[in-house]
Each structure stands twice: as C-alpha cells, then as structure tokens.
C-alpha cells in the first residue's frame, strides 16, 4: 500500500489492535469504471453545505460477486457489542430512513459490521467520528457487501462507495472529508436514491 504522509486517515471496521487513525492512500476505481455525472451537489443543497461532493457515477464502479454472506466467514470471537440505536433519515426522499446501531467509540468503530451474516433491508450502522476528516474504511471479516455512504460535517452526503467487497483489505472511501459513515446493504443507496450531495438527517 502507498502511504501518503500529508493526508489523515482513518481505517475502520478492521481488527480491534489496529491503531487509528491510519495514514493511508485512498483506493482507485478500476479500469473500464462507468462515466461519472456532475460533480455539483443536488438542487436542494445549497453550495456552502457542499463545498466537496464527490461525482456520482452512471452505473456501480463494482458489482457484488460470490455467495453471501462468504462461505468462508470468519466466527465471531464475541460477545457482540450492545451500540445504542437511532434513525437516519433523509429529508428530501419520502419514507427512507434506516435503523441504525452508533458506533461513536473507537472500539466500536474498529469492529463495526465484522463476522455479521446478515444486515436488514433498511438497517445498517453509523460510525460517528470526533471531528470532520478524511477517512477510509476497509472489510477484512466483513461477511456481506455493504454500501459505505459518508456525510460531512454539515450533514450532506460527499461520496459513497457502492457493493464494496466482502472479506477485503483494500480501503474505500471519497476525497472528500466526512465525520459520519453510514453502512448500509449494498445496493441500498442507489435502489432509494441516496447520492453525494443529498441531504441527511442525523441522531447525534
């Protein structure tokens, strides 16, 4: 892996011994990856809100491959953590909002959804971070594909990296900076219209 000494990153949803955060280079889609659209944020977001959206693409850079949840699914070494719940909702589309665990201590968030095999259709996770940063996130024992959806400071989605890999040591995460990450399914963020620059509503 390239190191980059200049930019702050994060590694999440990794083992519970690896330190964060974690000086890292950001993942590049692959080659023969779809054109992207605009980079400018949806009209209901007003441009001070998004000053860094990243560019939605026409289709997934990535498609979910293998059985899920992998065959070869690590066993939880347990007790899995009791995370306080909220909602996340999304103003700007009617009735979407997920039910969600809060990961806002770094042992949460280092472990975040591994050895999980299932997730429900409108459940998933929010990792809560101390300030608004740069991150990266990987799925060493993650067992299903998960759509990774970041969101700034302010509240506005900036990037999401869709189906991400299950079992992966590769990292995943936009340009831009973001203080919250919300893991969902894969395939959730496009199936309900969630894209950069959509608005989010938060527990805190």
């Known amino acids: 892996m390239i190191v980059a000494p200049w930019v702050a990153l994060a590694l999440v949803a990794c083992e519970p011994r690896a330190p964060e955060p974690i000086p890292s280079a950001r993942s590049e889609p692959p ?12 009209p209901s977001v007003p441009l001070e809100l998004a000053a860094c959206v990243e560019a939605w693409p026409e289709k997934p850079v990535r ?8 065959p070869s699914c ?4 347990g007790p899995q953590p009791q995370l306080a719940l909220g909602v996340v909702r999304f103003p700007d589309i009617a009735g979407v909002e997920v039910a969600v665990e809060l990961a806002k201590k770094n042992a949460d968030r280092m472990r975040g959804l591994m050895y999980r095999k299932e997730l429900g259709d409108n459940a998933g996770m929010l990792f809560v971070f101390e300030e608004e940063r740069a991150l990266q996130f ?3 024992n ?3 594909p998960l759509d990774m959806i970041f969101i700034s400071d302010k ?14 040591t590769d990292t995943f995460g936009p340009s831009c900076p973001a203080r919250f990450v ?19 509503d938060l527990p805190r």
């Open 31 to 42: 080659s023969g990856a779809a054109g992207v659209a605009s980079t400018q944020p949806g």
């Open 63 to 70: 498609e979910v491959t293998g059985t899920v949840p992998a």
């Open 74 to 77: 690590p066993d939880d070494p």
């Open 138 to 140: 990987w799925m060493k």
């Open 142 to 144: 993650t067992c299903i």
């Open 155 to 168: 509240g506005v989605v900036v990037g999401v990296e869709e189906n991400t890999p299950m079992l992966s």
């Open 182 to 200: 919300l893991e969902v399914n894969a395939g959730w963020a496009r199936k309900h219209g969630v894209r950069p620059g959509t608005r989010v």
